[in-house]
């Protein structure tokens, strides 16, 4: 990954994006998010059409977007990795890679659930065509501008990355994300700043509450109960009023925070809440997601 990414779609010279990755990792989302920033979008573009495209279009009136990956026509990984380093030798053009990822097990759901084929489960089980294509993939991976991972991001997630990355779009203010998850589960890739509730009396451990979530009031009031739940919160708040703004003035489009505790069911989901509430009333656009809740008959709400 070259390093200092960061593009601005008004220079003419990065005004080319390739978009690219491992099959179901969400370049047609991507593709479509930079549609609708105002890129020209191309996907499936034959490669060997990629230079005379590129050398052709040195000063676009337009951003371009274009997505390739192995199910493109004469689609060859070294083919891809020669023709990028010798664009980036022309003088005037400076083609900026993204590449989408995703983890194995995520990529595995996304097709079964969309009974899509995977484009190298020809004779081999689904997971062996994912961890081939990854393989396969690696060299492009190495020399891309940006690699996003997007096996828990959310599509709005998503965009706000892009958006963040190219300087384009919506630009008033800065967008928060506030994500409860489970450790068990690993920590969010994107998150800029995590937190540990594990620490905090477990509602696990209540026979009537095990079954509910962090949504149901009776949750919230055993959470509340902790001896050092407030001055936590309390603390908490007092650390984020001040570097939020900052974050802010950085021209950051977003900030992920991620509040952990074991199962991502209880303490995480309701301390997630309550700080979500707190960055609302401070006038930010912030936007609230439970990457690991399991779902309950009645929230309690």
Not at 80 to 93: H, W
Not at 205 to 226: F, H, M, Q, S, W
């Amino acid at each position: 990954m070259r390093d200092g990414f960061a593009a601005d779609y008004t220079d003419a010279k990065n005004r080319l994006v390739l978009v690219t990755g491992v099959s179901g990792a969400g370049r047609t989302t991507s593709l479509k998010i930079l549609e609708d920033f105002g890129f020209d979008a191309v996907d499936n573009l034959p490669l060997r059409l990629l230079p005379a495209l590129i050398s052709g279009a040195k000063h676009p009136e337009q951003p371009t977007a274009i997505g390739l990956d192995i199910r493109t026509r004469d689609f060859g990984v070294d083919q891809f990795v020669k023709i990028i380093a010798e664009l980036r030798d022309q003088q005037g053009v400076d083609p900026l890679v993204v590449f989408l990822d995703a983890e194995t097990s995520v990529l595995q759901r996304r097709f079964t659930e969309t009974r899509r084929p995977h484009p190298l489960a020809h004779d081999r089980p689904l997971v062996d065509a994912i961890e081939h294509e990854k393989r396969l993939m690696a060299p492009i991976a190495a020399t891309a501008d940006m690699t996003i991972e997007t096996s828990r991001l959310k599509s709005a997630e998503l965009r706000k990355i892009l958006q963040d990355q190219f300087h384009i779009g919506e630009t008033e203010g800065m967008a928060v994300f506030v994500k409860s998850f489970s450790f068990r589960q690993g920590v969010p890739a994107e998150a800029d700043l995590v937190f540990d509730v594990r620490f905090l009396r477990n509602p696990h451990y209540d026979p009537e509450l095990r079954l509910l979530t962090g949504l149901n009031k009776a949750v919230g009031n055993y959470i509340e109960e902790d001896p050092d739940f407030a001055g936590f919160v309390g603390g908490l708040r007092a650390l984020l009023e001040p570097i939020l703004p900052r974050y802010a003035r950085e021209g950051k489009s977003y900030l992920t925070i991620a509040i952990g505790c074991t199962g991502g069911q209880h303490r995480s989901v309701y301390t997630a809440r309550i700080l979500n509430d707190w960055i609302a009333d401070l006038g930010y656009d912030v936007h609230l997601s439970h990457r690991d809740k399991p779902d309950e008959p009645n929230s309690g709400e």
